[in-house]
């Protein structure tokens, strides 16, 4: 029998390509940082005082709130980023900003916060500890994730069920729960 080489990961970047580092951010309360657009925009810009490389950001999608309870609705943007640090280092960094920002101890499952940071995709690694889960868990089924996503990187295929975006885009169209109410470009 002859030998076989080794297996190209056919989703791996190609040469010259940087990894993908995919990261949602929401607010819908005003906070130390401002308004939830302004706490957006503060938050990507101090990424880049941490030692993260912001690539692209998606456009600002005002969304309708998901679960339970009448809360406003959210400021979301996706950004794809590029850094050295572990996925463990950057959420430890994300719940820092987040906690800057306002946040304080935890909040209920969709609730209403002044920030939130949620790693999506961190170079295609498939992960499950008790602290975090890689794939996000949740960014097939939410518009105000897709749709941002869709935005920057429209060939993204989802590392565990190799669907394209594009796939889950046209499913999260009938979703209520965060679904997009308006879209605004990015401040400068």
């Known amino acids: 029998m002859g030998k076989i080489g080794p297996i190209a990961d056919i989703h791996s970047p190609k040469p010259g390509q940087r990894p993908v580092i995919i990261v949602a951010l929401g607010s819908n309360l005003t906070g130390p940082w401002g308004t939830p657009v302004q706490s957006l925009t503060y938050a990507i810009a101090r990424l880049s ?3 993260v490389e912001v690539v692209r950001v998606s456009d600002i999608f005002i969304t309708a709130p998901v679960g339970p309870g009448r809360q406003a609705p959210y400021a979301n943007c ?18 820092m900003l987040e906690h800057q920002a ?3 101890g935890l909040t209920p499952a969709w609730g209403p916060r002044t920030l939130d940071i949620d790693l999506l995709d961190y170079k295609r690694r498939i992960l499950r500890s008790p602290r975090l889960t890689l794939p996000h868990p949740h960014i097939s089924e939410r518009p105000f994730v897709i749709e941002p996503l869709y935005q920057i990187i429209p060939e993204w295929i989802h590392p565990v069920t190799f669907r394209k975006v ?4 046209q499913r999260c169209r009938n979703e209520i729960d965060g679904s997009i109410l308006s879209r605004q470009l990015f401040p400068a």
């Open 49 to 51: 005082h941490e030692r």
């Open 78 to 95: 996706v950004a794809q980023i590029v850094s050295h640090k572990s996925p463990e280092s950057l959420l430890s960094l994300f719940k």
């Open 102 to 104: 306002g946040r304080r």
């Open 166 to 169: 594009e796939i889950l885009r």
